[in-house]
């Protein structure tokens, strides 16, 4: 009886904390709150069965310091240029495949993927597992940085991961390709949005891996930083809405955002849509690392 009243508890309390940040999140006014977590739910869920947390930075930040029972998926090691290039698609099926089932997770599994607090990194891994056919996956609001900030636990031990069988179910709907921007680009309905920063939109600034400078002919600028506050966490509904409509975009406007390698700010900014129900954006995957590459293709600067 006195297993049976513990267990108990623990169940109230774990409710608790889940209604507890549902509620948090739904004063913010998201529509779609269960696509962030935060830290003390998260605390709550670390080493569960089911579970399987995320780290989505560099290898070596992973080593330097992690949430324990966290693997290690880089989020530009799912960014795949010549796979984007064939087919649009993020990486191969194979890939996908081999990367998420080695890292223990199968379609039973919840995951939780966090980077350093910024949000590109941690976009990168979620919008690939959900284009992949993974619906359960959560982003850590504010990170590994609001992590460390509360004094919370962190090794840099790697974890024995069980392999699972992951199973790729590509959503094509999800995302556009080069001939497909060819051949919308000059489309009225169509509002591309580049998430970049502005030195690189105007081509003042050229990353690695970028051929030419500048932007899509037309498209908007609306940096990904934009829908962050300082804690580095996601801003409530009414904030992203209204940098949005700065911008002219309602959740009736198709969208198509991109940055530099596909994942990471332009999957920032369709998160953040997302979490406040705006359904209407896909992903130009290629984004300017493959746009660039070509020099027949327009640009403006």
Known sequence: MRHRRHVFSAAVMVIGFILANAAAFAADGYARPGLLIETDE???????????????ADPVSYGRAHIPGAVNIHYLELAKLDERRKN???????EAERIFGD?????????????DGTGPAASGVWFALDFFGHGKVRVLNGGFRKWLKEGRPVTQDAPAVEKKR???????????????????????DIVFVDTRSFNEYIGADLRPGISRGGHLPGALHLE??????????????????????QRGITRHTRVVTYCGTGLGRSTSVALA????????????????????????LPLEK
């Open 42 to 56: 998260l605390a709550r869920l670390a080493g569960q069965p089911g579970t399987r947390i995320i780290d989505a």
């Open 88 to 94: 649009g698609h993020p990486l191969s099926n194979a």
């Open 103 to 115: 890292a223990g997770i199968d379609a039973n599994t919840q995951v939780v993927v966090y980077d």
């Open 166 to 188: 992951f199973t790729a179910n590509p959503d094509p709907d999800r995302i556009v390709t080069r001939e497909w921007v060819r051949k919308h680009l000059r489309n009225k």
């Open 224 to 245: 990904w930083s934009r829908f962050s506050d300082s804690a580095l966490t996601y801003k409530p509904a009414q904030d992203i809405e209204k940098a949005l409509a």
């Open 273 to 296: 849509m997302k979490l406040i129900g705006y359904d209407n954006v896909v992903e130009y995957t290629g984004s300017w690392e493959e746009w660039s590459a070509d020099p027949r």
